[in-house]
Nanobody, 123 residues
Framework: QVQLVESGGGLVQAGGSLRLACVAS????????MGWFRQSPGKEREFVGS????????LYADSVKGRATISRDNAKNTAFLQMNSLKPEDTAIYYC????????????????WGQGTQVTVSS
């Protein structure tokens, strides 16, 4: 059974940091590219960034570039999203997802999804 379980969300003040984790099971994590998305009420799901399975190359949305770092530990089947200098507009449910496609920002290209973790940034 495929599972992606996010953790690390919570309430943080503007300017603060959070590190989200996504633990995968039920598939060959080390052969999948991992992406992070977010969705806030009334808005479409938005690509945050991704990391490739092989070289760990990353891609970021302009809205988080310079503030976000995505990494992975294939030995622990875990992907990470480090967010710094958080802003109220970063408030959303954050999802991790897995895909065989490279550098895709399209949520429809992702095969597996976690249940999400809430991040709330207060001003």
């Amino acid at each position: 059974q495929v599972q992606l379980v996010e953790s690390g969300g919570g309430l943080v003040q503007a300017g603060g940091s959070l590190r989200l984790a996504c633990v995968a099971s039920g598939f060959t994590f080390s052969r999948y590219n991992m992406g992070w998305f977010r969705q806030s009420p009334g808005k479409e799901r938005e690509f945050v960034g991704s990391v490739t399975w092989s070289r760990g190359s990353t891609l970021y949305a302009d809205s988080v570039k310079g503030r976000a770092t995505i990494s992975r530990d294939n030995a622990k089947n875990t992907a990470f999203l480090q967010m710094n200098s958080l802003k109220p507009e970063d408030t959303a449910i954050y999802y991790c997802a897995a895909t065989k496609n490279v550098y895709t920002t399209n949520s429809r290209a992702y095969d597996y999804w976690g249940q999400g973790t809430q991040v709330t940034v207060s001003s």
